[in-house]
């Protein structure tokens, strides 16, 4: 009995260990090397942040929609004004099942240059969610965003 306990443990554990999101540095220079990874790609960018309450809501849907869409590039970014603990930030994420997708966390203190890397004109909210198509051109997504455009903008990329 105890030894199937340990078994059912440790597959346990094994699992969610596998679940797990493996966190990247987004730190100066970062968002060159995101784009340039996925250039030519439509790819979803989404920003979000443990201290942001409409963010922490939405999760679970971003995780829903990864799952009906697993050919959909999705890349999170946790966008805190100030560093999370990184622990914390791969719980949510793999929480909301999206601990398998491409994960960054900004960890400069110094978060403007990093917002101002990618968008001068972004203050900071947050949620905010950018939408590429293969040449490039974004569509900014600010608030919670609606799926059903993020889905109608995913099969929009597919016809073309």
Request: glycine share 6%.
């Amino acid at each position: 009995m105890i030894r199937t306990f340990l078994i059912v443990l440790m597959l346990s554990l094994a699992s969610a260990a596998s679940q797990a999101a493996d966190l990247q540095s987004f730190g100066r220079g970062s968002w060159s090397k995101l784009r340039a990874a996925h250039d030519g790609q439509p790819t979803v960018i989404h920003f979000w942040g443990l201290t942001c309450a409409p963010c922490l809501v939405e999760m679970p849907e971003w995780g829903k929609l990864r799952t009906e869409r697993p050919d959909m590039r999705l890349v999170m970014v946790a966008a805190d004004p100030v560093p999370q603990d990184p622990a914390r930030v791969a719980d949510m994420l793999s929480r909301a099942d999206l601990g398998q997708v491409e994960n960054w966390a900004f960890t400069d203190r110094f978060n403007e240059r990093l917002r101002y890397e990618i968008d001068p004109a972004w203050a900071g909210e947050l949620p905010r969610t950018l939408l590429i198509d293969r040449d490039g051109k974004e569509t900014v997504l600010t608030g919670v965003a609606d799926l059903a455009e993020v889905r109608a903008w995913l099969e929009a990329q597919k016809k073309r």
